[in-house]
């Protein structure tokens, strides 16, 4: 079973990217061919230490939220408001692998804790930087290119 980019985008990305005042077809772009570009080679969505569509680790996860989000108590109830109420507090890095919002929420602080909020107009290469710095620091830009070229238009259509 899978998801079309178009469906990743309009139940999972736009919506989040709303919810974190974010949304703009640069950030949309990023989100949708690092999930791609992720999709193309793991396996599962707990593929060793890299958890869900945007591969984050259980540490990277825990970084995230010690070191930018509670600093932030905003934003950290807009990501939190994203999780499930019980199986957070159980197990926060489950909810990487089975809620697509928060997962994508947390692949998008990745990259502005570690880049800050990217330009709305962001050319593809500035880009497809901001994912192998932020979200696959060990990712082959000419993955993100041809990931680009193939989904880039399913992400501006409605």
Request: charged share 15%; aromatic share 6%; with cysteine.
């Given at each position: ?8 985008c309009?139940?999972?990305?736009r ?36 958890l ?34 019980h ?70 259509a409605?």
């Amino acid at each position: 079973m899978g998801i079309s980019a178009s469906e990743l985008c309009q139940h999972v990305i736009r919506p989040t990217l709303q919810q974190l005042d974010a949304l703009n077809p640069a950030s949309e772009t990023l989100l949708l061919v690092a999930a791609q570009c992720r999709g193309s080679h793991a396996g599962s969505l707990a593929d060793g230490q890299q958890l869900g569509p945007w591969g984050c680790s259980r540490e990277q996860h825990r970084q995230l939220w010690d070191d930018f989000l509670a600093r932030d108590a905003d934003l950290a109830s807009r990501v939190r408001g994203l999780a499930s109420q019980h199986a957070f507090l159980a197990d926060p890095e489950l909810e990487l692998c089975v809620n697509l919002r928060y997962a994508c929420a947390i692949a998008w602080m990745s990259v502005i804790a570690q880049a800050g909020v990217p330009p709305a107009n962001a050319d593809l290469p500035s880009l497809a930087r901001l994912w192998r710095q932020c979200l696959a620091p060990r990712g082959r830009l000419r993955s993100f290119y041809l990931h680009a070229s193939r989904l880039a238009p399913q992400a501006t259509a409605a």
